[in-house]
């Protein structure tokens, strides 16, 4: 069940390679997802009502977009040719349309379910989330890679969705007292591009698909997770070819996120 909810829908013929890393990346985002659940969870979403009833103050502490980027053309000189290979690097980018998405959540976090959402600046102020940022952030981490193709954007001095895992139970009740809240909100938002391709051409509509974990002191598993709100699917594409439109990407992936945010707090769709 959880690959339906986290997995973009394959379209057109495609080669044995493409099958491959496409399959790959999928499977990273279901382990991804299924590591802040817990073992032996395939739910796709679930919520304690009583738990989550208790939550009056929260914080947005780990959050992550990953998106999809153009090839690079560049010339390969062992064989003397231009050649593509896949947009995307290692290491996370910021992203001021990845800030906004950031404070579209806090907003809709607050408005949809009535919490007090700990702003950003006050939150990474503390000492105690300065500490689980360097435990989770610095040096060398167990982190999964975004995947070919695929660029993982971050907030400066904001944690990373797989920082969350990271800080296992305890680290987490700790930052839950050191920054004196009831919960602890953790978020990734994926953008997909839908459409039908041909031969590797059609036209390609970004949706952004929001996972969210919610986790409460004393309790292991996160007392309410969706693994998939699915947000509008743009009208327009970003283009036809692999080469895509990367700014009104950013655009279109920052108004599907908000319709995504907007459906907290509501029966998801």
């Known amino acids: 069940m959880v690959s339906t909810a986290v997995a973009p829908v394959l379209f057109g013929p495609v080669t044995t390679e493409e099958k491959k890393m496409k399959t790959l990346t999928i499977l990273i985002r279901i382990f991804s997802l299924v590591s802040l659940v817990g073992c032996g969870s395939f739910k796709v979403r679930d919520r304690d009502d009583q738990a989550v009833a ?115 139970p305890q680290g987490r009740d700790q930052l839950i007292d050191g920054l004196g809240v009831d919960a602890l909100v953790v978020a990734r938002v994926d953008v997909l591009l839908n459409g039908t391709s041909i031969m590797g051409f059609g036209s390609k509509h970004p949706q952004a698909r929001l996972a969210l974990f919610v986790y409460k002191k004393g309790i292991e598993k996160p007392v309410w997770f969706d693994g998939g709100i699915d947000g509008s699917e743009a009208k327009e594409s970003v283009g036809s070819t692999a080469f895509i439109d990367d700014d009104l990407l950013k655009k279109l992936s920052t108004e599907s996120a908000r319709t995504a945010f907007n459906q907290i707090g509501s029966s998801p769709k």
């Open 54 to 168: 208790g939550i009056k103050k929260a914080a947005l502490i780990s959050f992550s977009v990953y998106e999809p980027q153009s090839p690079k053309v560049g010339f390969n000189l062992s064989k003397g040719q231009t050649e593509a290979r896949a947009g995307g690097t290692m290491g996370s980018q910021s992203d001021p349309t990845v800030d906004q998405m950031y404070g579209d959540l806090q907003a809709s976090l607050s408005k949809g379910l009535n919490w007090k959402v700990l702003g950003q600046n006050e939150m990474t102020v503390s000492e105690e989330y300065k500490r689980a940022y360097k435990r989770t952030m610095e040096g060398w981490q167990n982190k999964m890679p975004p995947g070919e193709g695929i660029q993982h954007f971050k907030i400066q001095n904001v944690m990373d969705f797989d920082s969350a895992r990271i800080l296992g």
